[in-house]
């Protein structure tokens, strides 16, 4: 079983910068792609990001394209988001979870995904 803890959140005026963290002590880590996701109150959750394990392709969704870059690092079982020009629209909880399967290709549809983290808050003022 592996349990995500996402960190890196808080409150950024519009135009600033956040990285979100997503660790696990988790040994399988490394061999699966990973996803962020967001849930805004009031929202559906939605995806963000994803990165295969390898971290050679990524897949973002177009509300965030040009802005935000998901990465990792399996030698210290962390990935990451870096979110730059942030808006008052991704206000939100942020998770990560692990693809149920070992993917080559990243996916975006959260059912694929298992082991939710339990949120970090990022809250972008105008």
């Known amino acids: 079983q592996v349990q995500l803890v996402e960190s890196g959140g808080g409150l950024v005026q519009a135009g600033g910068s956040l990285r979100l963290s997503c660790t696990t002590s988790?040994?399988?880590?490394?061999?699966?792609?990973l996803g962020w996701f967001r849930q805004a109150p009031e929202k559906e959750r939605e995806f963000v990001a994803a990165?295969?394990?390898?971290?050679?392709?990524?897949v973002y969704a177009d509300s965030v394209k040009g802005r935000f870059t998901i990465s990792r690092d399996n030698a210290k079982n962390t990935a990451y988001l870096q979110m730059n020009s942030l808006k008052p629209e991704d206000t939100a909880v942020y998770y990560c979870?692990?693809?149920?399967?070992?993917?080559?290709?990243?996916?975006?549809?959260?059912?694929?995904?298992?082991?939710w983290g339990q949120g970090t808050q990022v809250t972008v003022s105008s």
């Open positions: 979870a692990t693809d149920r399967n070992v993917v080559y290709s990243p996916r975006s549809i959260e059912s694929l995904y298992e082991n």
């Open positions: 988790g040994r399988t880590f490394s061999r699966f792609a």
């Open positions: 990165i295969t394990w390898t971290g050679g392709s990524t």
